[in-house]
């Protein structure tokens, strides 16, 4: 049983770091700093928008954006976070990584 634990926590913490990426990657792109024109920022960019649009888009039909502020990556993240320790409260096994 720890097997499937850790393997959900291995996919719940690589959900998390893609999303911070594709957070410090947004903040990059809107101060100009990056711009999807750069041929490498551009296969990332879509990366993560393809890999996170399954799990934004049921959470950003119900959430709206609210003055261009998009607040569906920080729901994400506290979700993950609740989950955790959900997992670790249900069942008492916290993974070693």
Do not use: C
Request: charged share 10%; proline share 6%; glycine share 4%.
């Amino acid at each position: 049983m720890s097997h499937v634990i850790d393997a959900v926590f291995l996919f719940l913490r690589l959900i998390f770091y893609v999303i911070i990426a594709q957070v410090i990657l947004s903040w990059l792109l809107n101060f100009n700093v990056l711009n999807l024109r750069q041929p490498t920022v551009a296969r990332i960019w879509d990366m993560t928008n393809r890999v996170l649009a399954p799990v934004y888009n049921p959470i950003r039909r119900v959430l709206p954006t609210a003055a261009g502020f998009d607040f569906t990556p920080m729901v994400v993240i506290i979700g993950i976070l609740l989950l955790e320790k959900l997992i670790v409260g249900l069942t008492g096994y916290y993974p070693a990584f």
